[in-house]
């Protein structure tokens, strides 16, 4: 079992990035993927989800919601983040998840059953 998160950097504020989650065939058939962060002394807190069930269902956090994309290519079973307009507050270590059941609310942290080890985001 293995979610390898990249692209994570330093970036001025109103700028982009995009994050890649890596993973294993039988991880990305998982029913349902997230992007998470979390800042030292904070709760991790979902930032989008994406489940696969009878339908493909995108949820975000409100606080992204029009500046983040998440979405996935199958043949490279990679899960992204795209990170537009990015402001101080996005500031987080980002940590990708893998939910093996689709009876899940993507944005809640305790519904998914593997983690990544994270990648830092740093925008000034």
């Known amino acids: 079992v293995q979610l390898v998160e990249s692209g994570g950097g330093s970036v001025q504020a109103g700028g982009s990035l995009r994050l890649s989650c890596a993973t294993s065939g039988d991880i990305f058939n998982s029913k349902c993927m997230g992007w998470f962060r979390q800042v030292v002394g904070k709760e991790r807190e979902g930032v989008a989800g994406?489940?696969?069930?009878?339908?493909?269902?995108?949820e975000y956090a409100d606080s992204v919601r029009g500046r983040f994309t998440i979405s996935q290519n199958p043949a490279k079973y990679t899960v992204y983040l795209e990170m537009n307009s990015l402001k101080p507050e996005d500031t987080a270590m980002y940590y990708c998840?893998?939910?093996?059941?689709?009876?899940?609310?993507?944005?809640?942290?305790?519904?998914?059953?593997?983690w990544g080890q994270g990648t830092q985001v740093t925008v000034s």
């Open positions: 998840a893998a939910a093996l059941s689709d009876l899940v609310d993507p944005l809640r942290p305790q519904d998914y059953d593997y």
């Open positions: 994406i489940r696969s069930s009878s339908d493909v269902t995108i």
